[in-house]
């Protein structure tokens, strides 16, 4: 429950510091004494949006600070773990704003996002506005109003998010099957090109072989007749003496001389060997133009080869020599396309089990719904007949939805008929502007005796009412406050009166400063602040009277 709310520099706030109690705490005051600003604060603390305009004039920064007690708030406890925010049963929660706009909030000390100080409030606090019963002709509200009746907010949050992984896998399964048809033309494509360069069987290093092969082929002209020219200046076939003759016929005139001597000796030797290598050369260069015995099929048929391999390489714009690494390629897409085939029909098989898991918690929910709605229609009724309209019904409609939706199945809609006899019909086409205020109030007070939340917050939800009618609107409000906190704002005396604690908010002023106060009131000041309720500035002594019965009879039925 709140504890403590200390609020600075808001608005014409200065200094505020406040303990709560149990029960149900009663606020009043004068008309624009800054009844607003408590709430304007609190809000803040449980992480509204604010700018620079709620900063008191003059000052550098506000500052709010709020403190629980969340020992028996396990939703709470748990979320604070989570996040390492922890500290024991007691929980702060701070927020600053500054006069340029920025903001800051703080949990337990640590700053966190305005999102995170919004998620723990809503938590501890549940606020109830006395314009709420203008969003009742939204039908949105209708369903979230019977789900907190019912007590269903964590169901509705699981059929919400297994429709977010319903749609989100079906979303995911429709883009890969969409790109799956488009690979289906891919593939088609792929194991053309695969089967063509399959069939191609191309080798590693064959290539640059047939290519060596046909340079080879194209200079074989040059070949041949630098390697014959070269064999005749060595033996001639025509007429003439060649480098053979002519060795031969120097050693000959060598051997002839007879003569002992060294130098002859050796240069005898050379020419012989000379001679010798001069023939095996000749017996070489025979055998390499023996060679050049040309295979014209041989030439078509690697001419045509080499030709295959460079179109197929022009055609996927790649070297030739990648050719074999382009099949691997060809062959890993292949296999990668097929995979994603297999994980498709996975997919689809996957969403189906979301759906199917969507639709049975839907249906759950919806029969959950359902069978609050007949509880809640019926305890509305009993508090509008405790409201003075006793002729009212009311009823929950259910209308199945077109498609799935994360809220679930079923449009929920309250119908009113204020009239014994006449049908019931949307809020918004029978209710006025009173009677809409009063159903607002018994929906609140009903979802309020059900609410998981310890502390509760009522904004004059009583404006409208008065006599006996505000009597009960206070005899409600309190019962609600024996099971917790209720925080409740009132102009009404009847309202007031019901109160575990009373405070009140005024307003004073010295010289050029005005300043918020709120005390808590005991006794006679309440008598006082009662009476002022009753009677307004001039407080008689009938209106003390009247003040003083308002409250002992309070007590007598207590």
């Known amino acids: 429950m709140l504890h403590t709310l200390l609020i600075r520099n808001i608005a014409i706030a200065d200094n505020i510091e406040v303990e709560w109690k149990q029960g149900m705490t009663a606020i009043s005051g004068e008309t624009g004494a800054g009844k607003s600003i408590l709430l304007n604060g609190l809000s803040l603390a449980l992480g509204e949006r604010a700018d620079s305009s709620?900063?008191?004039?003059?000052?550098?920064?506000?500052?709010?600070?709020?403190?629980?007690q969340v020992g028996r708030i396990a939703s709470a406890l748990e979320w604070l773990a989570e996040r390492d925010l922890d500290q024991g049963e007691e929980c702060i929660l701070r927020r600053t704003v500054s006069a340029e706009g920025r903001s800051r909030a703080y949990i337990n000390g640590q700053p966190v996002p305005l999102t995170e100080l919004k998620a723990?409030?809503?938590?501890?606090?549940?606020?109830?506005?006395?314009?709420?019963?203008?969003?009742?002709?939204?039908?949105?509200?209708?369903?979230?109003?019977?789900d907190d009746y019912a007590?269903?907010?964590?169901?509705?949050?699981?059929?919400?998010?297994?429709?977010?992984?319903?749609?989100?896998?079906?979303?995911?399964?429709?883009?890969?099957?969409?790109?799956?048809?488009?690979?289906?033309?891919?593939?088609?494509?792929?194991?053309?090109?695969?089967?063509?360069?399959?069939?191609?069987?191309?080798?590693?290093?064959?290539v640059e072989a047939l290519e060596l092969e046909f340079r080879r082929y194209g200079q074989t002209e040059t070949l041949v007749s630098g390697a014959y020219a070269a064999r005749q200046f060595l033996e001639p076939e025509t007429d003439g003496p060649g480098a053979l003759d002519g060795l031969k016929q120097a050693l000959h005139q060598l051997r002839n001389l007879n003569d002992t001597n060294p130098s002859l000796s050796n240069a005898m030797e050379l020419l012989d060997s000379a001679l010798i290598q001069s023939q095996e050369a000749v017996n070489d260069l025979d055998h390499y133009l023996a060679s050049f015995e040309v295979d014209e099929s041989r030439v078509q048929q690697v001419e045509e080869r080499l030709d295959r391999i460079h179109t197929l390489a022009r055609k996927h714009q790649v070297r030739?020599?990648?050719?074999?690494g382009l099949i691997e390629e060809l062959e890993t897409e292949l296999a990668t396309l097929a995979e994603a085939v297999d994980g498709l029909d996975d997919l689809a098989d996957e969403v189906n089990t979301l759906a199917e898991t969507y639709q049975q918690q839907a249906r759950e929910l919806s029969a959950q719904r359902q069978a609050a709605a007949t509880r809640m229609a019926d305890d509305v009724m009993e508090k509008l007949h405790q409201l003075a309209m006793p002729g009212a019904r009311f009823e929950v409609a259910f209308t199945e939805l077109d498609k799935a939706s994360p809220d679930g199945l079923d449009q929920i809609e309250f119908l009113v008929s204020m009239n014994p006899g006449q049908p019931v019909r949307p809020l918004g086409k029978v209710a006025s502007g009173g009677e809409l205020s009063r159903i607002s109030l018994a929906i609140q007070v009903i979802c309020a005796e059900h609410?998981?939340?310890p502390t509760l917050v009522f904004d004059e939800v009583d404006v409208g009412i008065s006599g006996a009618t505000a009597e009960i609107v206070g005899l409600m409000l309190r019962s609600?406050?024996?099971?917790?906190?209720?925080?409740?704002?009132?102009?009404?005396?009847?309202?007031?009166?019901?109160?575990h604690n009373h405070c009140v908010v005024s307003k004073e002023q010295q010289g050029q400063i005005t300043r918020t106060r709120i005390l808590p009131i005991q006794q006679e000041s309440r008598v006082d602040e009662i009476a002022r309720m009753l009677g307004g500035i001039d407080i008689t002594a009938q209106t003390r009277a009247h003040a003083e019965?308002?409250?002992?009879?309070?007590?007598?039925q207590h």
């Open 120 to 146: 723990l409030g809503e938590m501890l606090i549940d606020i109830h506005s006395q314009h709420a019963h203008q969003s009742l002709l939204r039908i949105d509200t209708h369903r979230t109003l019977l």
């Open 320 to 324: 030739s020599e990648a050719l074999p």
């Open 549 to 556: 019965e308002m409250l002992m009879r309070q007590q007598r």
């Open 151 to 206: 007590g269903l907010a964590d169901q509705a949050q699981a059929v919400r998010h297994a429709w977010i992984r319903w749609q989100g896998k079906a979303r995911h399964y429709n883009q890969l099957k969409a790109q799956a048809d488009d690979n289906s033309a891919r593939q088609q494509l792929l194991n053309y090109q695969f089967e063509e360069l399959s069939a191609l069987a191309l080798e590693a290093g064959e």
């Open 54 to 68: 709620v900063v008191r004039h003059g000052e550098k920064r506000a500052e709010v600070t709020a403190t629980f």
């Open 451 to 453: 609410s998981t939340i």
């Open 480 to 499: 609600v406050g024996e099971r917790g906190q209720v925080i409740c704002v009132t102009h009404l005396p009847q309202v007031a009166a019901q109160g």
